[in-house]
């Protein structure tokens, strides 16, 4: 499995939890660590520069999933 690969499942697997969940994942629950941990990663290193550009559409796209489920109460 290529890098674009991983990167790829791992995008789809953020996406579908947010959108089955309708919330982000949380940093309270062990099961969804990896997903919160993938997120952070990708968004620093979009800020180091080092994304291109076909993968950071995609990154926009989920950031603004991720930004209308921002504050939503994980406790319901």
């Known amino acids: 499995m290529t890098q674009d690969e991983k990167w790829q499942m791992q995008y789809e697997q953020m996406m579908d ?3 089955t969940h309708h919330r982000r994942p949380s940093k309270h ?3 969804e ?3 919160l941990n993938w997120f952070k990663h990708t ?9 291109s550009p076909e993968r950071l559409e995609k990154f926009a796209k989920l950031i603004e999933v991720a930004n209308k489920y921002r504050r939503k109460n994980q406790y319901e």
Do not use: S, V
Not at 43 to 51: H, P, T
């Open 17 to 19: 939890f947010m959108e």
């Open 43 to 51: 968004k620093k290193q979009i800020a180091k520069g080092g994304y």
């Open 33 to 35: 660590h990896d997903l």
């Open 29 to 31: 629950r062990i099961e």
